[in-house]
Structure formats: C-alpha cells, structure tokens
C-alpha cells in the first residue's frame, strides 16, 4: 500500500496539535476567585440579588490594565475634573415666589482639554463682565499720599466680603438667589428628572445651612417648611447661604412611597456607595454633590407607618456642637438620639457637619399646625446664628428628653386614644384601649411611668406588637432637685 504525502500526514496533525495548544491555555487562566457574601443583607433582598448585583472581584484591576495597555506611551491617566472646582455657568437671580419652570440639570464639566460647551459658548456677557474695570488703563496707579493713609487708618475696616458659592457645577453669586437642578444619575437616558434644589447666596458672609426634606416620598410636612422658609428670605438680608432640598425622594414622592424604587430606605444608606445598589448611589451622590457644603444640616422628617410625632428634634446630645445647635430652635422639644449607621444625620456628624433630624406630624398629610412649629424653629434658628435679623419673640423653652420608651399593644384590636401629642401622662394613666372587634374584649395601654406623649399611633386597627405610644422622660439636671409635694 502506498504510504501517504508529507504535505497529507501535517494537515492531519494540526487540529490535533491546536487542541492540545487551546486545551493548555484554559488551564493556565488564573482562576476565578470565588465571590464573598456580603456580611449583612437587607431584609428584602436575597444573597442571589447581591451577587447578581455586584462586580466580580478583580475586575477593576483587569480593566485598569487593558485601559494602560491601550494608552499611548509617554501618557498619564487624568483624574475625573472636580465639578464644583470650576463652574460651568452663573446662576440667575431669580424671585422664588415667582413661578418658575422646572430648573434644569446640574451641567457637565467639560473633558479636559476639550471645547466648551455650548451653553457656555453662547452665554450672553454679564453687563459686570462688559464694564471695564477703572485700573485697566492704569495698571500701576500711584501711590497713596500720607493724607490718604491716615484717613483710611481713621476710618472703621469694613466686613469681608461674601463669595460666591460654586454648587452643582454654578455659580451663585453674592446677594442672588436661584433654582438649581441636582439629578443623581441613575435612571436611565432621557428619564432623568432633576431634583429641585434652593440656593440663597447672603449679601454678608456668614455660614452654610441646608434643608432637607422628603428623604421619605411620603413625609409631606417638611416639604412646606422649607417652602414657606425660603420664599419668606431676601438674599439682601442674608448672611451666609441658605440650601433648601425640599424633596430629596422624587421618586419616593411621586409613587406616595417612603422607600426607593428598589425598596430601600434612603436614609439608612448615607453617605452611600457610587459603586453600591440604587440607594446608596442615590445617598452618595446627594451627599457629594449638596451634603458637603453644609456647615449645619435640618433633616426634617414626619412618622411613618401611620404614627404622628410631636414637632421635636432628634440630636445627639454627647456632640457638644450639636447640643448647642439645638438652643436655636424655638418651641421645639428635643429628644436625645445618637441615631443609627446610614441616617443623614449620622452621616453628617462624622464628617463634621452639625447636624439634627426634625420631626413634625405623620406622613401623607399636611399638618398647618405641625408645619408653623417647624417654620417658626427655623427661623429662630437663622435668628440665633446671626444669619437674619428679625425682631424675634421667644417662647418657653421645651425640655430636653434623655430618655424615651415606646410601648407596644399587647393584643390586636381597634385602638382608640384617651390622650394627644404633647400631654403629660403618670404611671398607670390609660393612654388608649385596643377593642377585639368580635369577641368585644378590651385592653387598655397603660403609661408605665410618668413622662410627655412625644409620638403615638394614630387611631386604626393594630396587631399585637405595634408601637403605639413614645413617652419621653425628661432628665434632671445636677442643679435641679425633686420637687417639693
């Protein structure tokens, strides 16, 4: 039998021989370390949805690599530009109680190097921009006579000047007020809506205070606070700037939803993850991007799940910042709470900013009274920093409660309350009845010490366990004894 070509035995053998190469170069990939699970998972969420969720570790470094490899040499990667280092534009001076379209988005930086935008392109020039200076002819002017420096050494030195406060990539000028937009960046092209956020830039230096509302789509009291507060302000009369975020949740607000779209709790995320679930981007961003210019924070809340609070402020009385930032609020009980990891206010308060959380009435509801206590608190507030100046008219200062229990229905019924926010209640008094509706069986909740009614239930139908009345104990002080019978 003949024997075969040379040519015919070699195509035999090379896909045999690229096999063997393939085979040999799939085992010598590294391995895919296997990926953790998280330490804690929240209560609606399952160890799949986390690993779904999340990046494969090491996947940045290889993409860190690849993107070296493909840059040119003799070139340096270049760090992400500082939105708020350079502003892209200046804010209009606009009238808040005007009625006004729906501010647009925070613009982008543009990439280094690059043009400028368009809007910055055709901006028209300011007329300070298109007045020429006085020195411009002159750029080494004479030096002053000895008559002039004694009148100006005689003379009082005048206050500082304010500056501009460079937020959301815009400037804000002294002595102006303006709607910006602040969008997150999470949903997708085209569907992003901006979160409406107030600016007042004071004629006069002074601090940053921020106001916030809505953390929780369905807390409808705040929202009106920082209304009524910062359309009641002229920047002329102004010291320092005033930042209003009256809805923070707009989707939460828009659905009537305490909670995000992915069922979060937004302020138990701060100050949130870029890289983390839509929560805590949605945390992260808002307290890069407003939360950091703050010197001083109100986070002003209502109860959820159907209870009520008395208007209060919730504040971690151990600061010693903090317990003095508290004096400013006018007719405003306030509850020692050092609060809890991924609040707005914890987040706050470590990277320095004092910070409180207001409470004010129930959810889904706007509460005239609940919504005056909250105005009039700020403004004492803005009073007592220096901030305004107001002929102001103080009221009886409300304790401080160091210490405050909830108690929980025993049986499951229809409740029915005997006493109302802010009554003074003793051990043993009834503070409502939770009635079997068919078997007709009554249990009364009883006040197990004497204290105030800081938060209740609203009347409704309970399970065995609800939380249904906050009492607070107010403390003693060293100076002050028991009183006498």
């Not at 039998?1 to 090379?14: A, D, I, N, Q, Y």
């Not at 229809?414 to 008094?429: M, R, Y």
Request: hydrophobic share 35%; proline share 9%.
């Amino acid at each position: 039998m003949p024997s075969s070509p040379p040519s015919t035995r070699t195509g035999r053998f090379l896909p045999a021989l690229g096999a063997l190469f393939f085979s040999a170069a799939l085992w010598a990939q590294e391995p895919v370390p296997e990926q953790p699970h998280p330490v804690e998972l929240s209560e609606d969420e399952s160890v799949e949805d986390i690993e779904a969720s999340q990046a494969m570790p090491g996947s940045d470094e290889r993409a860190s690599k690849t993107a070296d490899a493909e840059r040119p040499a003799g070139t340096t990667a270049t760090a992400p530009a500082d939105t708020d280092a350079v502003p892209t534009r200046v804010a209009p001076n606009v009238d808040l109680k005007q009625v006004a379209p729906t501010p647009e988005p925070a613009p982008k930086s543009p990439e280094p190097g690059g043009e400028a935008t368009t809007e910055a392109a055709e901006k028209p020039v300011t007329p300070e921009a298109a007045e020429p200076k006085a020195n411009d002819a002159n750029p080494t002017p004479d030096a002053p006579t000895a008559s002039e420096e004694a009148t100006a050494a005689e003379s009082p030195q005048e206050a500082p000047p304010a500056e501009p406060l460079v937020i959301l990539g815009t400037e804000v000028r002294p002595g102006t007020t303006t709607r910006l937009g602040w969008t997150p960046d999470t949903t997708m092209a085209g569907l992003n809506q901006p979160t409406p956020v107030l600016v007042i830039n004071g004629a006069r230096p002074g601090p940053n205070l921020c106001l916030t509302g809505a953390v929780h789509g369905d807390e409808l009291n705040g929202i009106e606070i920082i209304r009524r507060v910062m359309y009641d302000i002229q920047a002329d009369e102004l010291s320092g700037r005033l930042i209003g975020v009256p809805i923070v949740n707009l989707q939460g607000f828009q659905r009537g939803s305490r909670y995000l779209p992915d069922r979060r709790d937004l302020n138990r995320n701060f100050p949130g993850d870029p890289n983390g679930s839509l929560a805590s981007r949605v945390a992260h961003s808002l307290f890069n991007d407003v939360i950091r210019h703050c010197d001083m924070l109100v986070d002003i809340h209502t109860g959820s799940l159907k209870r009520t609070n008395l208007a209060q402020l919730r504040a971690d009385m151990h600061i010693s910042s903090v317990a003095r930032f508290t004096e400013g609020f006018d007719k405003m009980a306030v509850i020692h709470s050092q609060g809890t990891p991924g609040m707005l206010r914890t987040a706050a308060t470590s990277h320095g900013i004092v910070a409180v959380t207001m409470e004010a009435g129930e959810s889904l509801r706007i509460q005239e009274k609940q919504i005056k206590a909250g105005v009039n608190s700020i403004n004492s507030l803005l009073e007592k920093q220096g901030m305004i100046s107001r002929l102001f008219v103080w009221g009886k200062p409300e304790p401080v409660y160091y210490n405050s229990t909830w108690l929980r229905a025993k049986h499951g019924g229809i409740l029915v309350s005997d006493v109302d926010l802010g009554d003074d209640v003793v051990a043993g008094e009834v503070l409502g009845i939770v009635t079997d509706p068919i078997t007709n069986a009554q249990h009364p909740i009883r006040a197990e010490q004497d204290g105030r009614v800081i938060g209740m239930a609203v009347d409704q139908v309970v399970m065995a366990g609800f939380a249904t009345y906050h009492i607070g104990t107010e403390a003693r002080g060293p100076e002050q004894g028991p009183e006498e019978d």
